[in-house]
């Protein structure tokens, strides 16, 4: 019997994991899943550019390997998980309101109390993100960066401005739904209204457009979709 693989899912979050860790190793049902929390958006943190994102995505798959005693090729992919938070949006369509405290993602666009400040913080995030979908490799394991728009709880609640609390409480009546029901997850994923189906490249490009990155969109199906036909095939 062939090894199990290490399918290595980066998310932003604890209640990322709650909510996908458990339906994820439903599907790679012949793999071993590891869910590793980046604790908070690597695309935007202070210091990281395109110029240096890999490298430091790379430092936490060999840290993670070394402490397991693992080796690149005890790796099958990398799956990382990220919020697009409207950063494709164009900048008119990011509004400046003195009286909000946080950001506020609508689907016309995005309201904060510092304009300039998302302005920057979307560039950067577009530049990470452009350099991460390029890459298709990671410490030699094959890699792939996929979006929920305009973030997780978005695509999963239908909830694009979700209290900590509320993220917690949906992720696990998420994953309670969706446990041992790997074909109504696979189906929530891939055949619903946000579903972004077929060619990886031409994904990114659609959420690049108009207001699709503040709108509720993911090309997650694309990678559950790969495996499902990788499985038929075998």
């Given at each position: 019997m062939a090894r199990k693989k290490i399918v290595l899912v980066i998310v932003e979050g604890p209640s990322d994991d709650v909510a996908l860790g458990m339906?994820?190793?439903q599907v790679y049902d012949k793999d071993f899943i590891y869910v590793h929390i980046?604790?908070?958006?690597?695309t935007t943190r202070r210091g990281v550019s395109s110029q240096n994102i890999v490298a430091k995505i790379g430092k936490d798959v060999t840290d993670y390997a070394k402490s397991q005693h693992y080796k690149a090729s005890d790796f099958k992919q990398i799956?990382?998980?990220v919020?697009?938070?409207g950063a494709y949006i164009p900048d008119d369509?990011?509004?400046e309101r003195e009286n909000y405290l946080d950001?506020?993602?609508e689907s016309d666009g995005i309201y904060t109390n510092n304009k300039a400040g998302v302005v920057t913080r979307n560039q950067q995030k577009r530049d990470n993100l452009y350099k991460l979908r390029s890459c298709g490799t990671i410490w030699s394991i094959p890699y792939r960066v996929y979006y929920m728009s305009c973030n997780l709880d978005h695509v999963l609640y239908g909830k694009p401005n979700s209290t900590d609390k509320d993220k917690e409480n949906d992720a696990y009546a998420f994953a309670k739904k969706y446990r041992n029901k790997v074909?109504?997850?696979?189906e929530f994923i891939c055949k619903s209204s946000f579903s972004v189906t077929g060619d990886y490249k031409e994904s990114w490009?659609?959420?690049e457009k108009d207001l699709n990155s503040v709108n509720r969109y993911t090309n997650l199906c694309i990678c559950i979709e790969n495996e499902l036909d990788s499985k038929m095939m075998t």
């Amino acid at each position: 019997m062939a090894r199990k693989k290490i399918v290595l899912v980066i998310v932003e979050g604890p209640s990322d994991d709650v909510a996908l860790g458990m339906a994820l190793s439903q599907v790679y049902d012949k793999d071993f899943i590891y869910v590793h929390i980046m604790h908070g958006d690597i695309t935007t943190r202070r210091g990281v550019s395109s110029q240096n994102i890999v490298a430091k995505i790379g430092k936490d798959v060999t840290d993670y390997a070394k402490s397991q005693h693992y080796k690149a090729s005890d790796f099958k992919q990398i799956i990382h998980i990220v919020d697009t938070d409207g950063a494709y949006i164009p900048d008119d369509n990011i509004m400046e309101r003195e009286n909000y405290l946080d950001i506020q993602y609508e689907s016309d666009g995005i309201y904060t109390n510092n304009k300039a400040g998302v302005v920057t913080r979307n560039q950067q995030k577009r530049d990470n993100l452009y350099k991460l979908r390029s890459c298709g490799t990671i410490w030699s394991i094959p890699y792939r960066v996929y979006y929920m728009s305009c973030n997780l709880d978005h695509v999963l609640y239908g909830k694009p401005n979700s209290t900590d609390k509320d993220k917690e409480n949906d992720a696990y009546a998420f994953a309670k739904k969706y446990r041992n029901k790997v074909v109504e997850f696979v189906e929530f994923i891939c055949k619903s209204s946000f579903s972004v189906t077929g060619d990886y490249k031409e994904s990114w490009n659609y959420i690049e457009k108009d207001l699709n990155s503040v709108n509720r969109y993911t090309n997650l199906c694309i990678c559950i979709e790969n495996e499902l036909d990788s499985k038929m095939m075998t």
